[in-house]
T-cell receptor, first 118, second 112 residues
Framework: AQKITQTQPGMFVQEKEAVTLDCTYD???????LFWYKQPSSGEMIFLIY??????QNATEGRYSLNFQKARKSANLVISASQLGDSAMYFC???????????????FGAGTQVVVTP | EPEVTQTPSHQVTQMGQEVILRCVPI?????FYWYRQILGQKVEFLVS????????KSEIFDDQFSVERPDGSNFTLKIRSTKLEDSAMYFC??????????FGNGTRLTVT
């Protein structure tokens, strides 16, 4: 079964608009964490934002915010005021378990390709 | 800002050949990982390494694969006898404690 589901294979968004990228997850472990990574066409993986299962507040990092709805098992990424440089593939990922080593074993979704247009 | 460095950025090899992918993790990190991404597919966990031994490996990480930390700075992934299906982007990653993974820029391996 899919642990991380990203239902949007691709999205177009206009510059300066906000965009929401969907991510749902499946786990029975009470301790887990959700990550978003950005992969530009050059290929590197860039960490954007993290949300822990016990965190009370939604995570925010600059223009990135994570809309965490625990009961619905969703962790959507919101990018505000899109810029041309935001064009990239975006991956949602999850770690399960609270052990330190588990923080490095991530399960990734299929990704959403975002294209920002002028 | 310190970063994970991978070399080479692109490696072409013939089927059946051995290949070694090299990584220099961030210097104060203790946990090391290899992931791979076949073109157009998901990023997949291969192996984790801590305290000079493998702590976990996936089904993909069979006997053809091995990892080593030969000195205090390098972390290598060896594929003994490459197959066409090993063609992928290989990412090295490292972290310290309960922190997010820092990924390198990847090595694109092409097996012909």
């Amino acid at each position: 079964a899919q642990k991380i589901t990203q239902t949007q294979p691709g999205m177009f968004v206009q510059e300066k608009e906000a965009v929401t990228l969907d991510c749902t997850y499946d786990t029975s472990d009470p301790s887990y964490g959700l990550f978003w990574y950005k992969q530009p066409s050059s290929g590197e993986m860039i960490f954007l934002i993290y949300q822990g299962s016990y965190d009370q507040q939604n995570a925010t990092e600059g223009r990135y915010s994570l809309n965490f709805q625990k009961a619905r098992k969703s962790a959507n990424l919101v990018i505000s005021a899109s810029q041309l440089g935001d064009s990239a593939m975006y991956f949602c990922a999850m770690r399960e378990g609270g052990a330190t080593d588990s923080w490095g074993k991530l399960q990734f979704g299929a990704g959403t390709q975002v294209v920002v247009t002028p | 800002e310190p970063e994970v460095t991978q070399t080479p950025s692109h490696q072409v090899t013939q089927m059946g050949q051995e290949v070694i992918l090299r990584c220099v993790p961030i210097s104060n990190h203790l946990y090391f990982y290899w992931y791979r991404q076949i073109l157009g597919q998901k990023v997949e966990f291969l192996v984790s390494f801590y305290n000079n031994e493998i702590s976990e490996k996936s089904e993909i990480f069979d006997d053809q694969f091995s990892v080593e930390r030969p000195d205090g700075s390098n972390f290598t992934l060896k594929i003994r006898s490459t197959k066409l299906e090993d063609s992928a982007m290989y990412f090295c990653a490292s972290k310290s404690g309960n922190s997010p993974l820092h990924f390198g820029n990847g090595t694109r391996l092409t097996v012909t």
